[in-house]
């Protein structure tokens, strides 16, 4: 079993839908939980941070951490074809290591 | 303020031949970070430098890889000899650890690999 596990996709959706990703993992040691965005041939960005469990609204996007189920989620409302990109989560100890998922890639139909 | 960068973009070599990878952290951040990410996967770390020092090589293929952050600014990962294997995109990332914990991994565009 992967630490970090996470739908591949690809998740196709029409302009306007909300969008919900999500990422299991195994470890109870992580506390921090992002999600990163990365569009082709370009390095992932920080999108989400959210520090053990709880939600985190920011724009369109929300952030849901479920510690006792292992389990994160990002949703994107009123998605939009730029938001077309795969999405990255990443779990961390206390800021020592990363560890990454393999990625949802999301198209946004106009 | 200018991003993590990283040279050369693109690589083609053959097969045994020797390559290496630059990377420029943002200006201040002490720690730096390579990691391998092969096509449909997530980043995997390499190795974790914070200042000079390598804090965490567990995951470098020390047989052929090898990488140095002289002055504890930029830093330069090589292979020798490259394999086909090692086809891939090498991605440089920083971050400034601060109190409390995790800090925000900046990554570069990363340094794709094709060996031939």
């Known amino acids: 079993q992967k630490e970090v596990e996470q739908d591949p996709g690809p998740l196709s959706v029409p302009e306007g839908a909300i969008v919900s990703l999500n990422c299991t993992y195994s470890?109870?040691?992580?506390?921090?939980f992002m999600w990163y965005r990365q569009y082709s041939r370009k390095g992932p960005e920080l999108l989400m941070y959210t520090y053990s469990s709880g939600n985190k609204e920011d724009g369109r996007f929300t952030a849901q951490v479920d510690k006792s189920s292992k389990y994160i989620s990002l949703f994107i409302r009123d998605s939009q074809p730029s938001d077309s990109a795969t999405y990255l989560c990443?779990?961390?100890?206390?800021?020592?290591?990363?560890?990454f998922g393999p990625g949802t890639r999301l198209s946004v139909l106009p | 303020e200018a991003g993590v960068v990283q040279s050369p973009r693109y690589k083609i070599i053959e097969k045994k031949q020797p390559v290496a990878f630059w990377c420029n952290p943002i200006s201040g951040h002490n720690t730096l970070y390579w990691y391998l990410q092969n096509l449909g996967q997530g980043p995997e770390l390499l190795i974790r430098y914070e200042n000079e020092e390598a804090v965490d090589d567990s995951q470098l293929p020390k047989d052929r890889f090898s990488a140095e952050r002289l002055k504890g600014v930029d830093s330069t990962l090589k292979i020798q000899p490259a394999e086909l294997g090692d086809s891939a995109v090498y991605l440089c990332?920083?971050?400034?650890?601060?109190?409390?914990?995790?800090?925000?991994?900046?990554f570069g565009e990363g340094s794709r690999l094709t060996v031939l």
């Open positions: 990332a920083s971050s400034l650890e601060g109190m409390g914990g995790s800090a925000e991994l900046f």
């Open positions: 990443a779990m961390s100890n206390y800021g020592q290591n990363f560890v």
């Open positions: 470890n109870s040691a992580f506390q921090y």
